[in-house]
Antibody, heavy 122, light 108 residues
Framework: QVHLVESGGGVVQPGRSLRLSCAASGFTFRNYGMHWVRQAPDKGLEWVAIISYDGVNKYYADSVKGRLTISRDNSKNTLYLQVNSLRIEDTAVYFC???????????????WGRGTMVTVSS | SSELTQDPAVSVALGQTVRITCQGDSLRTYYANWYQQKPGQAPTLVIFGRYKRPSGIPDRFSGSNSGNTASLTITGARAEDDADYYCNSRDNSGDRYVFGTGTRVTVL
């Protein structure tokens, strides 16, 4: 069964850093691009970052560029998100999601984890 | 960057049909996907590549597109379809992605 499980969230003070993890199982992790998506309390979904299947290509939303780093370890079937200089507005549930193997213009997110909550508060 | 705009909320009577729209320039180039999200849960993909349904998604869900507008139609709405729905696609850069603003669907 295909599974994604996020971890690493918690309550953090502004300005601090956090690393989120996403453990994958049930599929060949190294073959798929992976994403992070976040959702602030009572708000909509916000795409955050993508990493290609081999870790070479990474892209970020403009709102987080420079503070967040996406990475992966294909030997451990794990996706990461390093969040630095945390701000109040980074408070959200962070989901990892697997990309479909559709063509470039049809990519979607077909498997999602349950999310990990990050609360930035002093 | 680019934006995808959705109506904030729509309601539909049980058994009736509702259409949700998503507007954005990127939809002229890239296919729209649709996700259903219920409170406290992760999103679920219901339509991808404009009109395809993942396995397990009922055929009452359908997708279409015209120009810069994508649509999700629920034909014969059921109580369990009461949820938030989001569209998404690549943005105008092609390297990044964007989600729509979301539509709250209430089944009466």
């Amino acid at each position: 069964q295909v599974h994604l499980v996020e971890s690493g969230g918690g309550v953090v003070q502004p300005g601090r850093s956090l690393r989120l993890s996403c453990a994958a199982s049930g599929f060949t992790f190294r073959n798929y691009g992976m994403h992070w998506v976040r959702q602030a309390p009572d708000k909509g979904l916000e795409w955050v970052a993508i990493i290609s299947y081999d870790g070479v290509n990474k892209y970020y939303a403009d709102s987080v560029k420079g503070r967040l780093t996406i990475s992966r370890d294909n030997s451990k079937n794990t996706l990461y998100l390093q969040v630095n200089s945390l701000r109040i507005e980074d408070t959200a549930v962070y989901f990892c999601a697997k990309e479909t193997d559709e063509s470039y213009d049809r990519k979607a997110f077909d498997v999602w984890g349950r999310g990990t909550m990050v609360t930035v508060s002093s | 960057s680019s934006e995808l705009t959705q109506d904030p909320a729509v309601s539909v009577a049980l058994g009736q049909t509702v259409r949700i729209t998503c507007q954005g320039d990127s939809l002229r180039t890239y296919y729209a996907n649709w996700y259903q999200q219920k409170p406290g849960q992760a999103p679920t993909l219901v339509i991808f590549g404009r009109y395809k349904r993942p396995s397990g998604i009922p055929d009452r869900f359908s997708g279409s597109n015209s120009g810069n507008t994508a649509s999700l139609t629920i034909t014969g709405a059921r109580a369990e379809d009461d949820a938030d729905y989001y569209c998404n696609s690549r943005d105008n850069s092609g390297d990044r992605y964007v989600f729509g603003t979301g539509t709250r669907v209430t089944v009466l």
